[in-house]
């Protein structure tokens, strides 16, 4: 059935808000705009003229298609090589969605959406439609096809999930600047004291290469591990040259709402770590260095001129 005009005007209205939907429940920007390029398909082929609400059947459509991704997504994943993490989306890409309030600002951080991941499909669905998007427990529960009792229900249990995972922190964008600067400085030293002191005593640091770079397999676990690590990481020299196809640039940035530091060889991006901050200091560095999750974020990069704050 072909669209009419304003039909198709209707949809790009709501797609950047479909998108960020998708994001966070899948976790995955490329497949947000696949989720989001099928719902458009099924708009397509519906007839228009009978959708009374056409915001809520679109956003229908789209978690149900997410809900099915994600179960298949488990079992992919059993089988992902190495550590899994979600696609960082950089500061100021339309996909983070609304930051107008922190519960908003909170669903799109890298920290919540790694925790996101161990919530079933239906736990994840409720959280995002109520905390990110502000949908009443009546309009989930038609969404989700389930009882306004059980949208209750799943929420309160999806909330004590990923509260018990994190103490949410909220850091201004200079305050931010300043972690990320004093934490590279440290990193960058050639000695661990200075990180350890920056580091919680439980702090991790874990990669996802998704088998195409090199990333450990297992996290690294406590302040001394992560140091050392992180020391040698930084370390510069012309094996790791060799190992990455250039000169290593190291750019401040910002990531789904926090402190992050980017990694940038010839003007593309090859690593995004994203940093979990407590009042305590650093409890996770989270890279992200698997070339097919950076696609996007190299998009928004490509063009740049912002000066390094260290060369390796």
């Not at 560095?285 to 390094?308: H, I």
Request: aromatic share 6%.
């Amino acid at each position: 059935m072909a669209l009419s005009a304003g039909d198709v005007e209707l949809f790009e209205r709501a797609r950047p808000r479909l998108e960020a939907i998708g994001y966070r429940l899948l976790g995955s920007a490329g497949e947000a705009e696949d989720a989001v390029q099928e719902t458009f398909l099924r708009w397509q082929a519906a007839d228009t003229g009978r959708i009374e609400v056409p915001e809520a059947w679109l956003t229908k459509v789209l978690t149900h298609y997410c809900l099915n991704q994600l179960t298949s997504a488990r079992a992919r994943r059993e089988t992902y090589v190495g550590q899994w993490l979600p696609e960082p989306l950089l500061a100021g890409d339309p996909m983070l969605g609304p930051a107008d309030t922190a519960e908003q600002r909170d669903s799109v951080s890298y920290a919540v959406l790694v925790l996101l991941e161990r919530l079933s499909p239906n736990e994840r669905a409720v959280y995002v439609l109520r905390e990110a998007f502000g949908h009443s427990h009546r309009e989930v529960a038609a969404i989700l096809d389930i009882s306004e009792a059980a949208s209750q229900q799943i929420h309160h249990r999806a909330r004590k999930h990923v509260a018990a995972g994190r103490a949410r922190t909220e850091i201004d964008a200079a305050a931010a600047r300043r972690v990320v600067e004093e934490f590279l400085a440290a990193a960058t030293s050639g000695r661990t004291e200075p990180l350890i002191r920056l580091l919680t005593s439980d702090a991790v640091a874990v990669g996802d290469g998704g088998g195409k770079v090199p990333a450990r397999a297992k996290a690294f676990e406590g302040a001394v591990a992560v140091a050392t690590f992180l020391r040698g990481l930084f370390k510069p020299g012309p094996a790791k040259r060799k190992i990455v196809g250039g000169v290593p640039e190291i750019h401040v940035a910002a990531a789904n709402g926090g402190p992050a530091f980017v990694a940038v060889v010839d003007g593309v991006i090859i690593g995004v770590s994203c940093l979990e901050v407590t009042p305590d200091g650093v409890v996770a560095v989270r890279s992200q260095v698997n070339p097919d999750k950076l696609a996007r974020a190299n998009a928004w990069w490509r063009g740049r001129e912002d000066e390094p704050l260290y060369v390796l």
